[in-house]
Nanobody, 124 residues
Framework: DVQLVESGGGSVQAGGSLRLSCVAS????????MGWFRQAPGKEREGVAA???????RYADSVKGRFTISRDDAKNTLYLHMNSLEPEDSAMYYC??????????????????WGQGTQVTVSS
């Protein structure tokens, strides 16, 4: 089966930066799409960014221009570079992957495999 392990979360002040990583293991071929989601206490899990194939990317409006998603298939690793962090970005961040090429790769239900999450806390 597929395992996803996130790292890179932490506590930063507003305006700071973090880079999240997600290492995938368990399959010999790459996923069709991968994404980052986040969930704050009392809120639903929401999509932050996704990469479909090697180059097509999609971002939530709230993070456009501040976050960058990328994947390194040679290292089986997904990244999320987060700049200009705001307190509203505080949440548990989850990595997700999907192998079905028909997936829209847009919402929580479009992804099969999930990591355990890494906490991001942004103070004002």
């Amino acid at each position: 089966d597929v395992q996803l392990v996130e790292s890179g979360g932490g506590s930063v002040q507003a305006g700071g930066s973090l880079r999240l990583s997600c290492v995938a293991s368990g399959r010999s071929y790459g996923s069709y799409c991968m994404g980052w989601f986040r969930q704050a206490p009392g809120k639903e899990r929401e999509g932050v960014a996704a990469v479909i194939g090697s180059t097509k990317t999609r971002y939530a409006d709230s993070v456009k221009g501040r976050f960058t998603i990328s994947r390194d298939d040679a290292k089986n690793t997904l990244y999320l570079h987060m700049n200009s962090l705001e307190p509203e970005d505080s949440a548990m961040y989850y990595c997700a992957s999907e192998f079905w090429v028909g997936s829209p790769c847009a919402t929580v239900r479009d992804f099969t495999y999930w990591g355990q999450g890494t906490q991001v806390t942004v103070s004002s």
